[in-house]
Each structure stands twice: as structure tokens, then as C-alpha cells.
T-cell receptor, first 110, second 115 residues
């Protein structure tokens, strides 16, 4: 079962930053925070992951609070193609199984 | 890099027949692959973990005799849905774990419709 909690849905305007929150109330010290997204009728796509420090790649930025109980995925300039279901997942370094919750349905509007 | 393919992308079969779905890691070796099922408007549900050269590990409630998994090489895992019934109609997705980095990448999914 998923251990993270996310808001069920979120709208954002095209061209603006989208900030997606996630609560990790039961995360343990050796678990990473992973973010995936699933565009309709496709397989999930890896976005980014981190342990303690903030991370940035070509797709997004990941902000993890100091206590690691929450994280925020930032899409800096949302486009219509970013409309998808976004999942945050806690995954241990020796654990292989990704447990998907309900995720956040993000709708980017023109 | 880290591309995973699935074949077929969609399939329609009659009730009682068997269907095989292939999952391939195209540019990396995957000692571990995973099979998920997703019903409409629901999240992905892990069905089984497939390890190269050994038997698959099934999640609770998944019938191993109905969903046969074979992982005979480092780049190929297959899922066979035996004696398919309409309730098996679903979106089946595989993922493959990169042996060297531990990253996990997903295939595009296979839409199965059983009539």
C-alpha cells in the first residue's frame, strides 16, 4: 500500500510554475523520494528522485523538507503536455517495489 | 537510454484463450522486471516481480497459475494470461530495473480486451 499522501487534483496555468506537494509521514532514513508521472494511456515516466538534498534536472526540481516528512515537485514552466497523474513514492535503497497511490491529477490549462 | 518496450500495444482475444505479452529492455540489462495491472480510473497495482533465471514472486491475491511469467534473459520478460476472461481486461504495464543504477523504467503498456 502507498505510504504517501497527495492532493487528488490540481489545476495550473500554462507557462506558470506548478508546485505539487506530497506528505511522507512514515518515511524512514534510508528511503528515497521518487516522483513519476503517467500521461493518459501510457506507462509511468520517471521524473526525479532525492534523499535529503534538493534536486534539479531537465524536467523538474524536487524540494525535500529538512525533516523529510514532505516534498514538493516543481514544474518550472508547465505546458499542456504536462497534464498527467503525478505520483510520489518512498523507496528504500534495497527495495525494488514501487507502490503507487492515487497520485495527483494535474491539469494544465491554456 | 533506459528504454523499455512492450508488445503488443493492444490485443483483443476471446474468452478462454491465452495471451502473451512481451517486455523488453532495449538498451540495458534488467535482472529484475515488474508486472503491473491498471484498471480504468485506478492506480497501478503490482502483480509480480520477475527475476532473470528464477521463478517470479507474486503479490498477494494474484494467481500464479493464471498469470505465467517467464524471465529467460536479461532483456526479456513475458506475461501470459491463461484462459482469459472479461474481468482480465485491463492495462498491463511492465517495468525494468537497471542493474547498475537501480533506476526503474516503464514500458508503454498493453491494453488487453477479452470478449
Amino acid at each position: 500500500d502507498a505510504k504517501t499522501t497527495q492532493p487528488p487534483s490540481m489545476d495550473c496555468a500554462e507557462g506558470r510554475a506548478a508546485n505539487l506537494p506530497c506528505n511522507h509521514s512514515t518515511i524512514s532514513g534510508n528511503e528515497y523520494v521518487y516522483w513519476y508521472r503517467q500521461i493518459h494511456s501510457q506507462g509511468p515516466q520517471y521524473i526525479i528522485h532525492g534523499l535529503k538534498n534538493n534536486e534539479t534536472n531537465e524536467m523538474a526540481s524536487l524540494i525535500i523538507t529538512e525533516d523529510r516528512k514532505s516534498s514538493t515537485l516543481i514544474l518550472p514552466h508547465a505546458t499542456l503536455r504536462d497534464t498527467a497523474v503525478y505520483y510520489c513514492i518512498d523507496l528504500g535503497s534495497n527495495d525494488y517495489k514501487l507502490s503507487f497511490g492515487a497520485g495527483t491529477t494535474v491539469t494544465v490549462r491554456a | 537510454g533506459a528504454v523499455v518496450s512492450q508488445h503488443p500495444s493492444w490485443v483483443i482475444c476471446k474468452s478462454g484463450t491465452s495471451v502473451k505479452i512481451e517486455c523488453r529492455s532495449l538498451d540495458f540489462q534488467a535482472t529484475t522486471m515488474f508486472w503491473y495491472r491498471q484498471f480504468p480510473k485506478q492506480s497501478l497495482m503490482l502483480m509480480a516481480t520477475s527475476n532473470e533465471g528464477s521463478k517470479a514472486t507474486y503479490e498477494q491475491g494474484v494467481e500464479k497459475d493464471k498469470f505465467l511469467i517467464n524471465h529467460a534473459s536479461l532483456t526479456l520478460s513475458t506475461l501470459t494470461v491463461t484462459s482469459a476472461h472479461p474481468e482480465d481486461s485491463s492495462f498491463y504495464i511492465c517495468s525494468a530495473r537497471v542493474h547498475t543504477t537501480g533506476g526503474q523504467y516503464f514500458g508503454p503498456g498493453t491494453r488487453l480486451t477479452v470478449t
